[in-house]
């Protein structure tokens, strides 16, 4: 009887243990359910956060790549970390090609101050603006550098055209006045020459008076020269064929050409139309092509091109001659300023005069014994 006792007890005890163990099992699948409905929870806040943090950075991506500034981010170790477009193109690299290496080897050279600084890469030479910061964490431990590089080379240029400009007027001003009170006198001195000619012909000094007329012809054209330099330009437009323009022009300095055993090649990407006066361009054309003959004395190559670039007509004459040093291609437009010893100094100006009257402009790149390359920009029809 005692035995069955203790049999029902430990019945009960278990039954007990059992109910127990059953609330236990509930509460903890209750627990679990809650555990795995936060860790749901958390789950789809880190995908948000995730899919947000991916969304910034395209944003940031796109708005670096967007930006005309060439912007590169470099790692303590200075390694590039991340360059945009801009910065691409301007070092001549693939964005790929750049990233992990040491921002020294991207193959460049700054000359000057980050204020204003010249930029030598694989592209070409830049002016630019160099502003340097550093990235900092929420520690203010640094994490890296931002270096960013202003292209102001356009700036420069119009800076440098603007200036120019103000001295062509002033020195035409000034040439127009010495040319009115030259030409008098010059009329007198050539009309006593002919008569002198004449009172002298058969005799043995009739050379000489000759001498004096043919003299005073030079001098006179030279004249000319100023005046159609310090003369505001008023052309004539009509529309031209800048092929067929360019054509006749080199037809006439063929022979000049061949004397001095140049090679000429020639091409064309467009058939060009422009509104303008081809006598005028005839000009322009002459006194570029002349200055590129004048700069090969023993003989190259010129390559005249037509191209178009972004509603311009471009005229581009590149030869192997002498080059022009960097400290005088600021000057070569300004009147009475020649590198060559017999110079004038007039036929860039009276070019850069002619195609300012048509709206157009010269853009030249030169390096000393490398030759030189000039690019006339004429607006197309319908473009100004």
Do not use: W
């Not at 000057?112 to 830049?126: C, I, S």
């Not at 067929?244 to 000429?264: A, N, Q, V, W």
């Not at 191209?307 to 960097?326: N, P």
């Amino acid at each position: 009887m005692e035995e069955i006792s203790r049999l029902s007890e430990a019945f009960r005890n278990f039954t007990l243990a059992s109910r127990s163990l059953e609330t236990y099992y509930e509460k903890l699948q209750e627990k679990i359910r809650y555990l795995t409905i936060e860790l749901e929870e958390k789950n789809r806040q880190l995908r948000d956060a995730l899919l947000d943090a991916e969304e910034a950075k395209d944003y940031l991506k796109g708005i670096l790549e967007s930006l005309r500034e060439a912007i590169v981010v470099l790692d303590p170790e200075g390694k590039v970390t991340m360059i945009n477009r801009a910065a691409g193109e301007m070092f001549g690299l693939q964005v790929e090609e750049a990233i992990g290496r040491h921002f020294d080897s991207l193959g460049f050279s700054i000359d000057g101050e980050d204020a204003e600084a010249v930029l030598h890469t694989k592209k070409g030479r830049y002016d630019v603006i160099v502003s340097r910061s550093e990235v900092k964490d929420s520690e203010g431990l640094v994490r890296g550098r931002v270096i960013l590089f202003q292209d102001i080379t356009r700036i420069k240029e119009l800076e440098a055209e603007k200036e120019r400009n103000h001295r062509l007027i002033a020195m035409g001003e000034m040439a127009a006045k010495i040319v009115h009170e030259i030409r008098s006198p010059l009329c007198s001195i050539e009309l006593y020459a002919s008569m002198l000619a004449r009172e002298l012909e058969g005799s043995e000094h009739v050379n000489l008076a000759k001498g004096i007329s043919t003299g005073i012809r030079s001098l006179n054209n030279v004249l000319t020269n100023m005046l159609f330099f310090a003369r505001p330009q008023k052309p004539v437009l009509k529309p031209v064929e800048l092929e067929k323009t360019l054509d006749e022009t080199l037809f006439m300095l063929m022979p000049m050409i061949e004397s001095r055993g140049i090679e000429l090649k020639k091409s064309s990407e467009c058939s060009a139309h422009i509104a303008g006066d081809a006598e005028l361009l005839k000009q322009v054309f002459l006194n570029i092509l002349l200055n590129s003959v004048q700069a090969m004395p023993d003989g190259g190559r010129i390559e005249v091109a037509i191209k178009t670039d972004d509603g311009f007509a471009v005229v581009e004459v590149a030869d192997e001659g002498e080059g022009i040093g960097h400290e005088d291609l600021e000057r070569i437009f300004d009147p009475f300023f020649s590198t060559k010893e017999k110079g004038t100094g007039l036929g860039l100006a009276i070019a850069s005069k002619i195609m300012q009257a048509h709206g157009g402009t010269i853009k030249v790149k030169s390096e000393l014994g490398k030759g030189s390359r000039f690019q006339l920009y004429l607006p197309l029809n319908g473009h100004k």
